[in-house]
């Protein structure tokens, strides 16, 4: 039940049903094959299931994606990247695509480090780690902004894409989400890291696609550039495979909510697909976050009707236009 609908409130929510998840993982593994079966009747077979992994959960969301993945091997690809949890649904990106994928993403969603005055990680570190091992798991991902402090959560990005280049997987970040203009954007840390193994990043695979590829979702900060701003984005991004992926459920949700009293309300929060990707060449998509949790109780699981949502947020109907949100909803995680 929500009650005041803040973002704290979406926390302690998260909290208490997170630890509530080892307690039955049959109720975890229905409301997860709940959320693929509705998913393939909208058309998805390509799905990038955020699997959390840490001392709340320990190895349990990781554990039913597995069996999931198995069970659904036929229908629906599943790549586990480590944030797979499971509110009154899960969450997870889907795509509309061409072939089957079911992508799992070990996902730290919890601080790497326990308190700011820490100058090692804590145990989540481990439990991120011991999961890469697993089988399956071909995405390494975290959400940077909930450590302690804006060096902690440097440490946090160059501990996952470090965790990357030793195994050659792909990562998925959940960065720069607020509308704070004092917030340092910390993708040029993400770029930084990148570009001290840029073969790594380079390097094509059998189909000529980057062999690992960089997700960063949300990225609403990014709003607040001006041209000058995404013209320098642009240019340090260069050469690199990096996707910029607004969540605009989640973002429109979440994010302006100090902006109520002005009189045109909270401003546009997420990633302006078209404009971006004409005007500065920047590879950016949109993609379903959360279903019916805290931070998103509302919206469709079905990707497609993000194009319907972005023809109003975008203002934008022409048919170029359209067809981009199509194909950046569909079709934009090249494997």
């Known amino acids: 039940m929500i009650y005041i609908s803040h973002f704290t409130e979406a926390l302690e929510t998260t909290g208490k049903a ?7 993982l049959d109720d975890l593994f229905d ?28 190895f349990s969301c990781l554990n039913v994606a597995q069996a999931l993945r198995s ?67 071909s995405v390494v991902g975290s959400a ?23 195994r050659s997987m792909h990562v998925d970040f959940h960065l720069d989400y607020n509308l704070d203009p004092n917030s340092e954007p910390l993708i040029y840390e993400v770029i930084s890291q990148a570009r001290k193994n840029v073969d790594q990043w380079t390097r094509p695979n059998h189909d000529g696609h980057p062999n690992s590829r960089i997700t960063i979702g949300h990225a609403t900060r990014l709003q607040l550039f001006t041209p000058e701003e995404w013209h320098a984005l642009a240019e340090a991004m260069k050469g690199l495979p990096i996707t910029l992926v607004g969540l605009p459920q989640s973002d429109f949700y ?18 302006r697909v078209p404009y971006l990707l004409n005007k500065y060449g920047i590879e950016v998509a949109m993609g379903v976050n959360n279903v019916q ?37 569909a079709y934009f995680y090249p494997r």
Not at 146 to 162: D, G
């Open 71 to 137: 069970k659904f091997e036929r229908i629906c690809d599943v790549q586990i990247a480590g944030r797979f949890l499971f509110y009154s649904s899960p969450r997870a990106w889907a795509l509309v695509s061409v072939h089957n994928a079911f992508f799992i993403s070990v996902f730290a969603q919890e601080p790497l480090f326990d308190a700011a005055g820490d100058t090692e990680p804590g145990v989540n570190l481990k439990f991120l780690q011991e999961a890469l091992r697993r089988d399956g798991v």
């Open 31 to 58: 409301r997860g094959a709940r959320l693929i079966r509705e998913s393939v009747q909208c058309g998805v077979t390509s799905m990038r299931a955020h699997v959390e992994v840490d001392k709340i959960v320990e």
């Open 293 to 329: 949790n805290a931070f998103t109780p509302q919206g469709s699981l079905d990707p497609l009707a993000l194009c319907s949502f972005g023809v109003a947020v975008f203002q934008t109907a022409t048919q170029a236009d359209i067809e981009t949100l199509i194909v950046r909803i």
């Open 144 to 166: 940077p902004y909930v450590e302690p402090t804006v060096e902690q959560a440097k440490t946090n990005i160059a501990l996952i894409m470090a965790a990357a280049d030793e």
């Open 18 to 24: 997170k630890a509530a998840f080892p307690l039955d």
């Open 254 to 271: 979440m994010q302006g909510r100090g902006d109520h009293e002005k009189p045109l309300g909270a401003p546009r929060s997420t990633l």
